[in-house]
């Protein structure tokens, strides 16, 4: 969430904490990490519609389209939050879930101000102007403003401005979706009617391989959900087994 661009609402793009809290408005919920986890599905489906219209997305900058893509991975985060309690972020995750509830609480009061200016604004002036005194304005330049001493000026300010800072290159590393995890736990399941999602998920000891193993665990919820997969786990934080679900016989 840090160097998050500041977004305005245009006639051609509408920036993510605009749709964002619209979404909570609709459903009249007050911002919070309950609220964001409820609206995160309505969300996720906007993006996926921007990603098909092809119109809206041309003229668009690569921060606006990131500025998206960052507010749907935090909102993620939150609802794997909600659906796992035992889930120990970090103190990383844990300030990026904050820093969108202070965000987006911000903008809602900066959208409800701006509405009583643009009614306001230009009806009760404060300040009068001042009156002219003079009707020829004439320039006295100081006796120290000289050709030597504006280029002294000059040159400080200059070499007061902060040179540029080239950062390393780092590899962004690609996320697997929830439908790649899906095809993923579909075919399994067909290869062998059993097994334990522990040994499919992995290790959880990057925060790369932290968020495949969330991102399975959705999948599975979902194939569960389908009627697709049974899973079982007998004891807290003992292993999940997931086995084929077998077709109801009459």
Do not use: C
Not at 130 to 143: G, Q, S, V
Request: glycine share 2%; aromatic share 8%.
């Amino acid at each position: 969430m840090e160097n998050q661009a500041y977004t305005i609402k245009t006639v051609n793009f509408e920036g993510p904490f605009v749709v964002l809290l619209n979404l909570i408005e609709e459903r009249k919920l007050f911002i919070n990490e309950i609220s964001l986890a409820r609206v995160t599905e309505d969300y996720l489906k906007y993006v996926n519609n921007l990603q098909l219209d092809k119109n809206r997305l041309a003229g668009w900058q690569a921060a606006e389209i990131a500025s998206f893509i960052v507010v749907a991975a935090t909102l993620i985060l939150i609802k794997s939050k909600s659906l796992l309690p035992n889930l120990n972020l970090t103190l990383e995750e844990e300030s990026d879930i904050k820093d969108l509830e202070d965000r987006l609480k911000i903008f809602e009061l900066y959208s409800r101000l701006a509405n009583n200016i643009k009614i306001n604004f230009g009806k009760n002036i404060i300040f009068a102007p001042l009156e002219r005194k003079n009707e020829i304005l004439a320039f006295l330049p100081d006796e120290q403003i000289t050709a030597r001493n504006m280029m002294t000026f000059a040159r400080g300010a200059l070499d007061k401005i902060p040179q540029k800072v080239f950062l390393p290159k780092v590899e962004v590393k690609k996320v697997i979706s929830i439908e790649e995890m899906i095809d993923r736990l579909t075919k399994r399941i067909e290869n062998s009617l059993k097994f334990n999602f522990k040994d499919f998920s992995g290790k959880a000891e990057t925060k790369e391989e932290r968020v495949v193993v969330i991102v399975g665990f959705l999948a599975m919820l979902e194939l569960v959900r389908q009627g697709i997969l049974h899973a079982v786990q007998e004891n807290n934080f003992a292993d999940i087994i997931i086995k084929k679900q077998e077709a109801e016989t009459m």
